[in-house]
Nanobody, 114 residues
Framework: QVQLVESGGGSVQAGESLRLSCAAS????????MNWYRQAPGKQRELVAS???????NYADSVKGRFTISREAAKNTVYLQMNSLKPEDTAVYYC????????WGQGMQVTVSS
């Protein structure tokens, strides 16, 4: 059984930073690709950032240069450092682990006000 517990969301002003964390239970963390998604009101869920088990990363064009995904094997945790936040980054953010299938976190709100 895999469980993902997210933390770090909240409300900030434009230009500020947040760091999201996603702690994974279970044994798949070391082999899973870890993704961050977000879903804004009235929009489809979109992939924000991805990191493979080997550390290769990929980002949505809208966050390149502002967001950084990383993972810490010793803590079974993946992070999303979000800098220079914009109001359009406002969304519910979800962590996902991909190994054979998708495992999802519960989601958390990030609100960026101008």
């Amino acid at each position: 059984q895999v469980q993902l517990v997210e933390s770090g969301g909240g409300s900030v002003q434009a230009g500020e930073s947040l760091r999201l964390s996603c702690a994974a239970s279970g044994s798949i963390f070391r082999v899973a690709t870890m993704n961050w998604y977000r879903q804004a009101p009235g929009k489809q869920r979109e992939l924000v950032a991805s990191i493979t088990s080997g550390g290769s990363t990929n980002y949505a064009d809208s966050v390149k240069g502002r967001f950084t995904i990383s993972r810490e094997a010793a803590k079974n945790t993946v992070y999303l450092q979000m800098n220079s936040l914009k109001p359009e980054d406002t969304a519910v953010y979800y962590c996902a682990a991909i190994f054979v299938k998708y495992y999802w976190g519960q989601g958390m709100q990030v609100t960026v006000s101008s």
